[in-house]
C-alpha cells in the first residue's frame, strides 16, 4: 500500500535551536497535515496544507507543500521545553473510499533545556 | 473540541477474552476511524465506519470487528485478545468542513 517515508525518526536538540522534519511519498496527495502528540494524548492537528507549493505558518511552526504534491516539510524555529512529542505528517487522498489518510510513522522530538 | 470520548481509557485483560472498546462523540459526524499505534509503525488504521451500520476494514482489521448501531458510538471488539492486540487504540472523526481527522485521546490497552 502507499506508505509515507518520514525522517528523522527522532531528535535530540537543545532548547533555541531550529528543527526541521520532512515526509516523502511515492504517490501524489492533495492535502499535507502534520500533527502533534502529547504523551498520554491523541494526536493533535498543527498545520494543514492543500496547494502545492503552499508554505504556511502556525506561531513558531512553518510547514510546506512540496511542488511536487509528494513531500512536505515541517520547521520548528526556537524550540522550547513544551515541543516535546511525536510529530506526524499525513497525506490525505480524495475520491475513493473514507479511510484514506495516509500517516507517516513520526519524529519524536526531545528537547534538553 | 470535536466531542470525542473514548472508553475505558485503560484496560489489562488476560489472553483470550473479548474485549470491547467505545468511542463516544456528540456531534454527529459521519465518519469514524478506529486506529493501533505502535512503536515504529506509527498510527495503522484498523477499521473505519461511513454511516449507520456502513463499516470497512483498513490496513490491520485482523482479529478486530466493528459495530455501529447509532451515529455517536463506534464499537471496536477483539473477540479474543492476544498479546500482539497489546497497543494505544484511537478513535477519530471527520470534522464537518474541514481535513484530516480530529483524534480521541486513546484507550491503552494490555494483554496478558
Known amino acids: 500500500g502507499q506508505q509515507l517515508n518520514q525522517s528523522p525518526q527522532s531528535m535530540f536538540i537543545q532548547e533555541g535551536e531550529d528543527v526541521s522534519m520532512n515526509c516523502t511519498s511515492s504517490?501524489?496527495?492533495?492535502?499535507w497535515l502534520w500533527y502533534k502528540q502529547d504523551p498520554g494524548e491523541g494526536p493533535v492537528l498543527l498545520i494543514a496544507?492543500?496547494?502545492?507549493?503552499e508554505l504556511t505558518s502556525n506561531g513558531r511552526l512553518t510547514a510546506q507543500f512540496g511542488i511536487t504534491r509528494k513531500d512536505s516539510f515541517l520547521n520548528i524555529s526556537a524550540s522550547i521545553p513544551s515541543d516535546v512529542g511525536i510529530y506526524f505528517c499525513?497525506?490525505?487522498?480524495?475520491?475513493?473510499?473514507?479511510?484514506?489518510?495516509?500517516f507517516g510513522k513520526g519524529t519524536k522530538l526531545s528537547v534538553k533545556p | 473540541d470535536a466531542g470525542i470520548t473514548q472508553s475505558p481509557r485503560h484496560k489489562v485483560t488476560e489472553t483470550g477474552t473479548p474485549v470491547t472498546l467505545r468511542c463516544h462523540q456528540t456531534?454527529?459526524?459521519?465518519?469514524m476511524y478506529w486506529y493501533r499505534q505502535d512503536p515504529g509503525h506509527g498510527l495503522r488504521l484498523i477499521h473505519y465506519?461511513?454511516?449507520?451500520?456502513?463499516?470497512d476494514k483498513g490496513e490491520v482489521s485482523d482479529g478486530y470487528s466493528v459495530s455501529r448501531s447509532k451515529t455517536e458510538d463506534f464499537l471496536l471488539t477483539l473477540e479474543s485478545a492476544t498479546s500482539s492486540q497489546t497497543s494505544v487504540y484511537f478513535c477519530?472523526?471527520?470534522?464537518?468542513?474541514?481535513?484530516?481527522?480530529?483524534f480521541g485521546s486513546g484507550t491503552r490497552l494490555t494483554v496478558v
Open positions: 499525513a497525506g490525505q487522498l480524495y475520491g475513493g473510499s473514507q479511510g484514506n489518510l495516509i
Open positions: 456531534e454527529n459526524h459521519r465518519y
Open positions: 477519530a472523526i471527520t470534522p464537518r468542513g474541514g481535513h484530516g481527522y480530529t
Open positions: 465506519s461511513y454511516g449507520v451500520k456502513d463499516t
Open positions: 496544507l492543500y496547494k502545492a507549493g
Open positions: 504517490s501524489i496527495f492533495n492535502t
